[in-house]
């Protein structure tokens, strides 16, 4: 048994085109945390542009695990690149930017 030529493509069927579903929005953004923007009534600021980060925050745009960064602040608080409001550190991004910088290691 060979494989006879039909419609000009000797047996085989063309592949059926399909296209992916649409996918849902990622949990993870780069914009402020829409649920307090949203109680606030205020436009949530793009990640890259805020002045202070939380540890979530700076976690994910720094590439850096939260432990991490909650390790580095523990090992110095009174760091330049931590603002303390209240008991919660604050990264202050560009800050924290220079110190990575200059640092081979963390």
Same mark, same amino acid.
């Given at each position: 048994m060979g494989i006879s030529k039909t419609n000009g493509n000797y047996?085989? *069927?063309p592949i059926a085109k399909f296209t =992916? $579903? $649409?996918q849902p929005p990622t949990t993870g953004s780069n914009i402020a945390s829409p649920k307090s923007d949203i109680k606030r009534g205020c436009m949530a /600021?793009?990640?890259w542009e805020k002045f202070? =980060?939380?540890i979530e925050e700076a976690a994910e745009y720094f590439r850096i695990g939260e432990n991490k960064l909650r390790q580095l602040i523990n090992e110095n608080p009174e760091a330049e690149y931590i603002l303390w409001n209240g008991n919660r $550190? *604050? /990264?202050k991004?560009?800050?924290f930017e220079k110190y990575i910088n200059e640092t081979y290691v963390i």
């Open positions: 047996g085989y *069927q =992916l $579903p $649409p /600021i793009p990640i202070t =980060l939380s $550190p *604050q /990264i991004r560009g800050k």
